[in-house]
């Protein structure tokens, strides 16, 4: 929105292979490590899981151990892939929105 003529510089094939290939790595660690953590909790209870989706929060509640680790894990995993890239996407809107507003004519804003 700023530089538009510039956008063929950074957005080149390696930045956006590099942004992908960061996305799947996160999401790919972010799910074995709730795979290797419930792996580890017994289950003593009922092995029917309420709802439609076999998620970790279900599965921690079917335990006999202490899942404090457990849940403690997923609340910061779920603030750091969850909130972090909301308020970086926050940040570049407002970013976008003040440029527009500096700008001075509503013909120039169109």
């Known amino acids: 929105i700023c530089h538009p003529l510039t956008y063929v510089l950074f957005m080149n094939r ?45 599965l921690l509640k079917l335990s006999c151990q202490d899942t404090f680790l457990n849940q403690i894990t997923l609340f910061v995993v779920t603030l750091l892939l969850g909130v972090s890239p909301f308020l970086c996407i926050m940040a570049f809107y407002s970013h976008i929105v003040r440029a527009i507003l500096r700008i001075r004519t509503t013909q120039g804003r169109h």
């Open 14 to 58: 390696k930045l956006c292979t590099g942004l992908v290939a960061t996305s799947w790595v996160c999401g790919f660690l972010n799910a074995m490590l709730h795979t290797a953590m419930t792996a580890q909790v017994p289950f003593c209870a009922s092995h029917e899981i309420e709802n439609v989706f076999c998620d970790v929060p279900q």
